[in-house]
């Protein structure tokens, strides 16, 4: 999930407020593992309860819920659940134009997005490496950072097209999304 699946107003909150507010956990369900689902629906169940009670119970069920959707999820990624983070995190600039894209139903903001920025970091990585070629073979610290960018932009290009090439949503051990 993108980097505030586990914020307030991420979209595994968003869908469990959505399931409670609607009294249908099959709005959340969608975001955890089937292994996780009957877990889930337990806690749905207590929740619906509890929120019968009182307004506090209802704000402390909810958060538990919202909580137990989030953690389940996580695990779903295998990565840990570290407690829901507040609303309005910086996400960074490409997952607004992700959510935009998803709600006007074209990518071809995002296509735009993704394909100036990586114009530029190649760009500006080739640049380096041309501008680091000119220099003495007899001096080896210039050398030494020439091979440096020369590594970085093959390392650069080849975790680029793994990410491009890998299957939606793919797990990558090194990189929880979250």
Request: no cysteine; aromatic share 10%.
């Given at each position: 999930m993108p980097p505030h699946c586990d914020s307030t107003d991420g979209p595994v909150v968003t869908a469990a407020r959505q399931a409670l507010d609607m009294e249908d956990v099959s709005l959340v369900l969608p975001y955890v593992q089937?292994?996780?689902a009957a877990e889930l629906m337990i806690a749905f169940k207590k929740v619906m309860e509890a929120r019968k009670s009182s307004p506090a119970a209802r704000e402390v069920a909810d958060l538990y819920f919202?909580?137990?959707a989030v953690r389940l999820h996580r695990?779903?990624?295998g990565a840990p659940y570290t407690g829901l983070k507040p609303a309005g995190l910086d996400v960074g600039p490409v997952?607004?134009?992700?959510e935009k894209a998803i709600e006007t139903g074209s990518p071809e903001a995002l296509i735009r997005f993704l394909t100036d920025t990586l114009r530029d970091?190649?760009?500006?990585?080739?640049?380096?490496?041309r501008h680091l070629r000119a220099h003495s073979p007899t001096d080896i610290p210039v050398a030494r950072k020439y091979v440096e960018a020369i590594l970085g932009l093959e390392v650069y290009s080849h975790q680029l097209y793994q990410a491009m090439k890998a299957a939606p949503h793919e797990r990558d051990p090194e990189h929880h999304h979250g």
């Open positions: 089937e292994s996780s919202y909580e137990t695990a779903g990624e997952i607004p134009v992700v970091e190649v760009k500006h990585r080739f640049d380096r490496i």
